[in-house]
């Protein structure tokens, strides 16, 4: 089937590239969270030849969910070359896509098309928000609010990895977005499917691996045996 997600390929993909991994001493993330595993997506932009093909994932996960859109917002830092690129892959067959970008900072005057955004959004625009990784959803909070304060219709939120960490608050990502904003969250991957291959690769001792379990299984939603 044309356009068809290949998860496998998509799950080495990351692997292949180091985007999630193992860590002998935790690492503060920006939820607070102390953690003993990376998911860093940001290195899938570090090239023209990683960012393309990140992108086309994208894209054929956005077809194969057969989702409706004007364009794509990739979220300011983490996501912002990816949504371009992917803008671009599907501007091939759609010429008149918008291209919008988010500003990391708010302008402090104007209306809020021109506070939070570079391009021509307007009211009643559907947009698909792209994030890298996702934790708890509290980074991407202010651009769902951003979108919604400039009258644009949210289709989804799309990220390209989901920790599949519970929030504070008990709820998973997916359901505090389906609460708060009533709108579908998709993941092209998650810490369930690539975590156990990390650590089996990770070539670290019983020890240092069982610290890591007992921190890891403390957030997620469903432990790792």
Same mark, same amino acid.
């Given at each position: ?59 054929? &996960?956005? /077809? =194969?969910? !057969?989702?409706?859109? *004007?364009?794509?917002?990739?979220? %300011? ?6 949504? #371009? ?19 990391? &900072?708010? /302008? =402090?005057? !104007?209306?809020?098309? *021109?506070?939070?955004?570079?391009? %021509? ?6 947009? #698909? ?50 609460k708060e904003f009533n709108i579908p969250y998709y993941w092209l991957s998650d810490g369930a499917r690539i975590l156990p291959i990390a650590i089996n690769q990770s070539g670290f001792d019983d020890e240092i691996i069982r610290k890591a379990l007992e921190n890891i299984n403390k957030y997620l939603i469903e432990p790792i045996k």
């Amino acid at each position: 089937m044309a356009n068809k997600f290949d998860q496998s390929r998509y799950d080495s993909f990351l692997l292949k590239n180091n985007v999630v991994g193992l860590k002998k001493e935790p690492i503060k993330l920006k939820s607070g969270r102390e953690s003993y595993w990376y998911a860093n997506c940001r290195v899938l932009s570090d090239t023209y030849s990683l960012l393309s093909t990140t992108a086309q994932f994208v894209v054929d &996960k956005i /077809k =194969e969910l !057969g989702l409706d859109y *004007d364009y794509i917002y990739g979220t %300011p830092d983490g996501a912002t070359k990816l949504g #371009i690129m992917v803008n671009m892959l599907l501007g091939k067959d759609n010429p008149g896509l918008k291209m919008v970008v988010g500003r990391k &900072k708010p /302008k =402090e005057h !104007g209306d809020a098309r *021109d506070r939070y955004f570079v391009g %021509p959004v307007e009211k009643g625009d559907k947009v #698909i928000v792209l994030e890298d990784v996702t934790s708890t959803g509290g980074s991407v909070i202010e651009h769902l609010n951003a979108l919604k304060d400039a009258g644009v219709e949210i289709i989804a939120m799309m990220s390209l990895f989901n920790r599949l960490e519970k929030r504070e608050d008990g709820l998973s990502v997916e359901e505090f977005i389906k609460k708060e904003f009533n709108i579908p969250y998709y993941w092209l991957s998650d810490g369930a499917r690539i975590l156990p291959i990390a650590i089996n690769q990770s070539g670290f001792d019983d020890e240092i691996i069982r610290k890591a379990l007992e921190n890891i299984n403390k957030y997620l939603i469903e432990p790792i045996k």
